[in-house]
């Protein structure tokens, strides 16, 4: 994989929570389970890699599709549904299936993985983050969504 900027190291965190604070107020048609700003984070940094060369920034490149490369990973079906299209319309047919639930990706390997986990800071954090231990949604949450 070639070299760029966007990801010079193993693991990088993009904070969205002053944005996500800027639109709390606004109801979303998701509720908790998708988010336009994460949306809008992973398109910037997808043609970000396209720029660096990273990403193919056309079909029909040499090296192979997209999804050899990357995948972004999201816990609600509401999210990577709008993802999946999103980058379609966006980026094009080859970058169809990059997108998918952490479940569909089990057991996939790809040397970049972005991970967004949907809920942002606000005045509640998703249903997704609610509880510790025995109390937490997150198992229950993983099986339903």
Do not use: W
């Amino acid at each position: 994989m070639r070299a760029s900027p966007l990801i010079e190291s193993p693991l990088i965190l993009v904070d969205t929570s002053e944005q996500r604070k800027a639109l709390a107020p606004q109801p979303t048609r998701h509720g908790h389970k998708a988010n336009a700003i994460h949306e809008a984070v992973i398109h910037e940094l997808i043609r970000g890699l396209q720029a660096d060369a990273v990403l193919p920034a056309y079909q029909g490149r040499s090296e192979g599709p997209p999804t050899d490369n990357i995948a972004v990973i999201a816990p609600y079906r509401d999210q990577v549904t709008a993802l999946q299209r999103s980058i379609t319309d966006r980026f094009g047919a080859s970058f169809d299936g990059l997108v998918d639930t952490v479940h569909r990706f089990q057991g996939s390997q790809r040397p970049l993985i972005i991970i967004d986990t949907v809920a942002g800071a606000s005045d509640k954090v998703g249903y997704f983050y609610e509880g510790t231990g025995l109390s937490s949604h997150t198992p229950t949450c993983m099986r339903r969504c």
